[in-house]
């Protein structure tokens, strides 16, 4: 039985922060940042028949393409990530009745769309770019028991010694994403390779602004790194917990983001929105076509 103070529900028996009941979850997740972000795809769907915010949380069901599709903003940063994936899995997976977790298991897709930072000069603004790996720079991952079993040990360690292993004061973790979630969004219009899930946008992303980063040349160091082919393409803040907590829960997991800014050509595309609609059309394309 889990109890009330560990799995709280509001007074409409939705789960506290997502305020979505059970049976309000498609099979198909999209994940985004930025809550606006729900509205544009919003504008893809048709027959919506939940549309539920609360804090930065806003979150729509609808069809394209005859696919049920849940649309979710999860704010900006990792915390949110931990609120999000627990209370999406709770929602399939636990019977809020009994207040017990089900005989039989669901696993959901869930594909984060975001924007993010390139860390090779080959990667320009506006290019999509997909995280085959993602390695958390944000310790989440550690507070949850057996994640030693989901991570892929002999990356951490050869990234861990790129970066000078005796001077890390934080401990990376290397998540796979879902090979059949990469298969179907993976095109000659896609880049993949690794993404730094970063704990901050500016000084551990190397912007200093006033204050002095501890890693000196941080970017620089982190777009030299190559394992087995693999290179580092790109920041962002969400997807090593998502794609973390996912293995953990049997659910399938993938980000693909826009670049809008260079970090080593040092420019930037703020005025992305329209790159971003290119963006959801062609994820909502490819995930809705069997
Ligand atoms: O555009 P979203 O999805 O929010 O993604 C990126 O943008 C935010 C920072 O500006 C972070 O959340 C980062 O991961
Ligand atoms: O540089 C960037 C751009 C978007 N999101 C990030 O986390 N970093």
Redesign the pocket.
């Known amino acids: 039985m889990i109890l009330d103070s560990e799995l709280i529900l509001n007074p409409d028996g939705s789960i506290f922060h997502l305020h979505l009941k059970p049976g309000q979850v498609a099979d198909t997740v999209i994940l985004v940042g930025d809550p606006n972000r729900v509205n544009i795809i919003e504008s893809f769907l048709s027959n919506v028949e939940v549309k539920v915010s609360n804090r930065e949380y806003v979150c729509v069901t609808g069809m394209y393409n005859n696919t049920r599709i849940t649309v979710v903003s999860t704010g900006v940063g990792i915390g949110n990530i931990d609120i999000v994936m627990n209370e999406l899995d709770a929602l399939v997976n636990i019977d809020f009745e009994k207040r017990k977790i089900k005989d039989t298991l669901k696993t959901l897709n869930f594909i984060r769309i ?4 390139s860390l090779q000069k080959d990667i320009p603004v506006n290019s999509f770019v997909i995280s085959q790996k993602s390695i958390g720079f944000d310790n989440l991952l550690c507070f949850y028991d057996k994640h030693e079993t989901i991570e892929n040990k002999e990356f951490k360690t050869a990234f861990k010694s790129h970066l000078g292993a005796s001077n890390l004061f934080f401990s990376p973790y290397v998540i796979d994403a879902s090979k059949t979630l990469f298969n179907k969004l993976n095109s000659s219009k896609t880049f993949s390779g690794i993404t730094i899930t ?1 704990p901050g ?1 500016y000084v551990p ?1 190397g912007r200093e602004l006033r204050l002095k980063a501890k890693l000196e040349n941080i970017n620089e160091k982190l777009s030299s790194f190559k394992y087995n082919d693999f290179r580092i393409a790109n ?3 969400e997807s090593s917990a998502m794609y973390g907590l996912s293995k953990l829960l049997n659910h399938k997991a993938l980000a693909i983001c826009l670049i ?2 260079n ?1 080593l050509n040092k420019n930037a595309n703020e005025n992305y929105r329209e790159q971003v609609k290119e963006l959801i059309s062609y994820v909502l394309n490819k995930i809705t076509n069997e």
Do not use: H, K, L, V
């Open positions: 975001g924007t993010s930072g970063s946008f992303q920041y962002e803040m809008i800014a970090r």
